[in-house]
Every structure is written in structure tokens, then in C-alpha cells.
């Protein structure tokens, strides 16, 4: 599913350069669920933006599927995400004047698919994480559990190979927390990878392997028993 | 390429972030209209302005100067100072001979006289006219007509009226073709009544006969009492007003350099301030219109720019979800060229408005400050298109400045 080889990345302050990642090496399989963990300037937020294309490696192979990553045009970038990817932000991210259905419609958007066919598929999400009766509310009629299940609707509106979620619960209290990670659990269930960045302990303990990093480089990378999230709900 | 703009989601997302930014929308927009209602205002306002001088000289030879005899102010070849200057028909052959850039001279006798009809009696000017002056200065007939080269020929003692003298001479709706007045004892035909001009130079002239009639009764042989002289098109009518008093001096004796001997109004010159004017104001309102315009494209970019800035993080968000650079540049700029339509075809209306106000209220009757204020289409849609084309220059600058920015760092941006 996803092969990482010798991945470097350094970012430049002033004349000198920050080296963040230091030669990663990572292979998930497909239906993994992995929590990428590691304290703040680990590097874990800086691998995750270049598996999710959103920033590039300085050297190292990386590749999607069969598909190597490597000198994308923003364009292609843009393509690969709308393609492969969905994400899940930590701030929900959702676009603020447009309706929880508008918002999950978007990839699709994007996609080029026509308005009526978009808004269906959006609907089918929307009900798929329970949200159906919101569907013309804006997101901030919206409690900040429904605002994450919008935007994983809208993650998974385009059928990705690949969830990326940064710090999912980040923003949300104990029990939403543990609501949202059933949901992200029962994807995963269904045969979605996920990728997710969390500093969370237990949060981590409910995917399937545990990714820590430090200082740039993969300390650790161990599989775990799975804790469901639904004895906590 | 452009069918994205028949589609309704483009539209959708348009109104949509718009909606979102009312304020802000409606901030940009005023900055257009404002600029293109004053554009449209001046220019009708200028229009009516020169609209209102033709409709006032439109009937004239504007190209044109008077001159009459005086009295010499310096002695010359043994003639004393003070000797009355007499102008002569041969004066007024001569100047069209050898003057360049003559039109046409014509010569005119003038006098007051008093006409009688019946028991009613008035006081007027009498002019002894070429058919000519017709072309110089365009009586517009009531009823009738003007003088002809046959009432010259024949001396016929016929005579063309203004409405003021028919007013006083005739009563209401009586047909005064053809009947009779009595100037200084002797009968006139009627042939025509004339309107009264709205511009007057010197006397008015209430009643013109044939100049060759008017020569016979009064016994004027060779005398005239001025000239009206017109140059042609391209030639410096000022010049001809010297070229033609010189020759005058020469021809009746005169002190080349009396300046008194001949008095002279110069239509022509007095004209050319008037229109300089015009000209002048014209420039004004085109360069105050055009740099409001731009003033209001500015204020768009930097509310643009502004806006983008604030949307710095949707913008990441669309392009995390697969937006092109190309489809978000596209979105700006259709927002940007959509706002300045709107306000300009807004400003265009309400333009329009200001212009029905202005004649309503300074375009009324023959004395209006304003004729006709208008605009043509095809300014106001020359106007409309390089609007659309600043507001795609102008919201091309944030369209860049939104895809500069990494996606990841739009994200990051809180």
C-alpha cells in the first residue's frame, strides 16, 4: 500500500536548516490502522504532510499504491490528493459559509462529477456517519463531534486508498473523542487504511501499530492489541 | 477552456463566497460604481453642456467677423484725423478677391423703420439681405420663405418677417403670407416669417428685404453699412480679420496702422474660447471619470487581496482536497471580474438615472443649461469592457498571491 525509503527533510531558518526527518523507512500494508506518536518537533506532522502530499521530501522514495511520488506539479498534486487521499484535520477545517452537505460535496466537486450525482454521494456519507438530518446546516450549527464527522464524511466522499488524519480528537473532549474513534474503527473495519497523528496514549492504543518518533527517526514500531473505543461510548 | 462559466457550480461558489462577505462585496462594488456613475455623469453633463452651445450656434457661420466703418484715428496722405470711414460694395468685391481663405463676404444695409398694418404700428430693424445670409445664419421659417436671387434681380419690394413682428403687426392664426405691411410708407409683400434666433449679434434684426430694394428706396448706390465675412474651413478666421482690415486701409485711404478706423466683431475667435472650453472641460471629465474607475479597479484588487489573505486557510483546505491551483485562480478571478460587472452595469444604471435627473431638471426648454445629456452606448460599453479586463488584471494579483502559499502552510495558519 504505502513504501517509504531513506525519507529526509530538513526545513531552512534563517542561514541555517533544521534537519526534521532523518532517513525514514515505513511500509504499511493495506487495512492497517497505524498512529504515527511522538512529542511536538518529532517530525510526525512533517510526515504525515509529505505522505499526504501536501509538502515535499528533499530525498527518499516514497510510493502510493504502485505509484511512485516524486517531482509533483502542484496540479499533480492536487490530482494524486483528490485521487488517494483524505484528511482529517484536528481543526475539522471545514469551509465555513457552505452547508455540512456542500462541504462533503467538495472533493467531488473537485473531481469534476456533476452537482446532482455529487450532492447524492454526499448525502450517502453524510448518513453514514449519522449526520443526514444536518445536511443544510453550516458548521457552526454544529457541535464540535458532528464538525469531525462532517469532515470525515467529506474525507471519505472521494473513496481514498489512504485516511490521513492529523491529531483527529485534538479539539474534541474525552467522550467525543472516544465517539469519533469508534467511527474511525469502523472504517477500518470495513478495509480503510488510516494513517493518524496523535500525542494521545490511549488514542493510540486503539489502531493497530504504533509508529513513535524521535528527533527524526522511527524509535520504535510495534503492533498492539487494538482497543475498541465502543466499551468507552 | 471557458465552459466553466455556463456551469452552475463556478456560479454557485461565486455567490456563494460572496454571500459569505457581504460587506466586503458590497464595499468593493461601491468603489466601481461610484467611478463609473460619475464617469457617466460627467460625460452626459458635458455632453448636454456642448449639445446646449450648438443647439445656441448650430443655425451660425461660426467662422466668421463683422466689420463696419468708424472714424480714422490718424491722419493720412494730407486727410485729417476723425473722417468718417464709409464702407463700399467694391471694398466687399476686393476682400473676396484677394483676401485667402474667403468663404463668402456679404454686404448689408440696416436701419430702423417703422411698419404699419392696418391701425397697428411698430418700430423695427430693417436689413437689406443677400439670399445668402440664409446659408450664414439659418433663419428657420415659420411659414414661408426666405429672400431668393429673383427678388434681387427684380428689386420686388417683398420682405421676410420675425414672429416678433407678426406677433405685433398681425393678429392670432392670421395667415400673413401674402398680405401687405407699410415700412416707412411704402407696401411690402410678406413672404416669410422666421423664428427668432436664440443667439443675437449686435441689433436685432426683425425684418429682412432684398438687398437690391433696399438700395433702390434708400439711395444707397455703392454704400453698405457692414460686412459679414466667413472663411472657409481650415483657415484662421483671425487672420482674415486682418488680412481683410488692411486691405480695407489700403483701398479707403487709411493710416495702416489706425486701428480705429474699423470696428470688428470676431465671431470666429470669440467661438474658438467657447469650444477651447468645452475641450477643456471634456478632458477634465474624461480624466477624472477614468482615474475614478481606476481608483475603484484598485480598491477591488486590494479588497481581493485582503480577502485572500483572510481565506488564506480555505484555500489550503481546497487544495488538500484536490483543487488545482489553476481552478482556484480561476475562481478569484471570475469573483473579482464578477463583482466589477455587477458594479459597473449598477453604476451604468444608476448613471442612466442621474442623466433623466439632470434633464429633468436643466433640460427643459429652449434656454436649458443642458441639452440632451446622454452617453453614447458605445462609451459606456468601451467603458464596461476595460472594466472587465482591470478587474481580470486586478484579481489576477490575488489569484497569484493564494497559490504562492504551500498548501501546507495555508494549513497551518490559524
Known amino acids: 500500500m504505502l513504501q517509504i525509503h531513506q525519507l529526509h527533510k530538513s526545513y531552512p531558518i534563517g542561514d541555517s536548516s533544521l534537519h526534521v ?56 498534486a492536487a490530482v494524486y490528493r483528490n485521487k488517494f487521499l483524505g484528511f482529517i484535520f484536528q481543526s475539522f477545517n471545514l469551509i465555513n459559509y457552505k452547508t455540512a452537505l456542500e462541504n462533503v460535496a467538495l472533493p467531488l466537486y473537485y473531481q469534476g462529477m456533476k452537482r446532482k450525482e455529487r450532492l447524492e454521494l454526499a448525502m450517502f456519507h453524510l448518513e453514514k456517519v449519522g449526520l443526514a438530518e444536518w445536511s443544510h446546516h453550516l458548521p457552526k450549527e454544529l457541535s464540535g463531534g458532528q464538525k469531525q464527522r462532517v469532515a470525515i464524511a467529506r474525507a471519505l466522499a472521494a473513496n481514498p486508498k489512504l485516511l490521513l488524519a492529523d491529531e483527529p480528537t485534538g479539539a474534541l473532549d474525552t467522550k467525543t473523542s472516544h ?32 509508529i513513535r518518533l524521535r528527533d527524526g527517526v522511527i524509535m520504535e514500531d510495534t503492533k498492539v492489541n487494538q482497543v475498541r473505543a465502543e466499551q468507552y461510548v | 477552456m471557458f465552459r466553466f462559466l455556463f456551469e452552475r457550480d463556478t456560479w454557485q461558489e461565486v455567490l456563494d463566497s460572496l454571500k459569505k462577505n457581504k460587506l466586503r462585496s458590497v464595499l468593493t462594488m461601491v468603489g466601481v460604481w461610484w467611478g463609473i ?27 466668421s467677423v463683422f466689420i463696419w ?30 483676401v485667402e481663405g474667403i468663404e463668402f463676404v456679404l454686404p448689408r444695409n440696416q436701419r430702423q423703420v417703422s411698419a404699419t398694418r392696418n391701425f397697428q404700428t411698430g418700430s423695427f430693424q430693417m436689413v437689406g439681405d443677400y439670399p445668402l445670409l440664409d446659408k450664414l445664419q439659418k433663419k428657420n ?92 474651413p481650415g483657415f484662421d478666421i483671425k487672420q482674415i480679420e486682418v488680412d481683410s482690415k488692411l486691405l480695407l486701409k489700403n483701398l479707403n485711404t487709411i493710416h495702416p496702422d489706425d486701428n480705429r478706423a474699423f470696428g470688428s466683431f470676431n465671431l470666429g475667435k470669440e467661438f474658438a474660447k467657447l469650444t477651447g472650453f468645452l ?41 488538500a482536497l484536490g483543487a488545482t491551483p489553476f481552478e482556484i485562480k480561476r475562481q478569484i478571478v471570475v469573483e473579482a471580474v464578477f463583482i466589477t460587472l455587477v458594479a459597473g452595469i449598477l453604476g451604468i444604471i444608476s448613471g442612466g438615472w442621474i442623466l433623466i435627473a439632470l434633464d429633468h431638471f436643466f ?25 472587465v479586463i482591470l478587474g481580470t488584471l486586478i484579481g489576477l494579483i490575488p489569484a497569484f498571491k493564494a ?7 495555508a494549513l497551518r495558519e490559524e
Not at chain 1, 511500509?27 to 497505524?34: L, P, R, T
Not at chain 1, 469502523?186 to 490511549?202: A, F, P, R, S
Not at chain 2, 437690391?212 to 460686412?227: A, H, K, P
Not at chain 2, 497559490?403 to 502552510?409: A, C, G, H, L, N
Open chain 1, 21 to 76: 526527518l532523518k532517513g525514514i523507512d515505513l511500509s504499511v500494508e493495506e487495512g492497517e490502522m497505524v498512529a504515527i506518536m511522538g512529542s511536538s518537533g518529532s517530525g510526525k506532522s512533517t510526515l504525515l504532510n509529505i505522505i499526504g502530499m501536501l509538502d515535499e521530501a528533499d530525498s527518499g522514495e516514497y510510493i502510493l499504491d504502485g505509484l511512485t511520488i516524486k517531482d509533483l506539479t502542484e496540479k499533480k
Open chain 1, 179 to 210: 465517539e469519533i474513534m469508534a467511527f474511525i474503527q469502523h472504517l477500518n473495519d470495513e478495509g480503510k487504511t488510516i494513517l493518524m497523528v496523535t500525542h494521545e496514549e490511549d488514542i493510540a492504543n486503539m489502531c493497530k501499530r504504533i
Open chain 2, 37 to 63: 456613475l460619475l464617469l457617466i455623469g460627467l460625460l452626459g453633463s458635458a455632453r448636454g453642456l456642448e449639445n446646449s452651445f450648438n443647439r445656441l450656434f448650430g443655425d451660425f457661420a461660426t467662422n
Open chain 2, 69 to 98: 466703418g468708424q472714424r480714422t484715428s490718424k491722419p493720412f496722405q494730407g486727410f485729417q484725423e476723425g473722417r468718417g470711414v464709409q464702407l463700399s460694395l467694391t471694398d466687399a468685391k476686393k476682400i473676396e478677391e484677394n
Open chain 2, 141 to 232: 421659417l415659420l411659414n414661408g420663405r426666405f429672400l431668393n436671387e429673383n427678388d434681387i434681380k427684380d428689386n420686388k419690394k417683398v420682405v421676410a418677417i420675425s414672429e416678433d413682428v407678426y406677433k405685433q403687426l398681425f393678429e392670432k392664426d392670421e395667415n400673413a403670407i401674402g398680405q401687405y405691411i407699410e415700412i416707412n410708407d411704402i407696401n411690402f409683400k410678406v413672404i416669410g416669417v422666421f423664428e427668432i434666433s436664440n443667439v443675437r449679434m449686435g441689433p436685432s434684426q426683425d425684418m429682412h428685404i432684398p438687398f437690391t430694394t433696399y438700395q433702390q428706396i434708400y439711395n444707397q448706390g455703392d454704400r453698405i453699412g457692414w460686412l459679414m465675412i466667413t472663411g472657409k
Open chain 2, 279 to 319: 475641450i477643456g472641460m471634456q478632458f477634465l471629465t474624461w480624466f477624472v471619470g477614468v482615474a475614478t474607475l481606476i481608483a475603484g479597479v484598485f480598491a477591488i484588487g486590494n479588497i481581493l487581496l485582503i480577502a485572500v489573505r483572510e481565506r488564506t486557510k480555505e484555500i489550503g483546505v481546497r487544495r
Open chain 2, 363 to 387: 433640460g427643459q426648454g429652449d434656454d436649458a443649461a443642458l441639452v440632451n445629456a446622454s452617453v453614447s452606448i458605445a462609451v459606456v460599453f468601451i467603458a464596461l469592457v476595460i472594466l
Open chain 2, 403 to 409: 497559490t504562492s502559499v504551500k498548501p501546507i502552510e
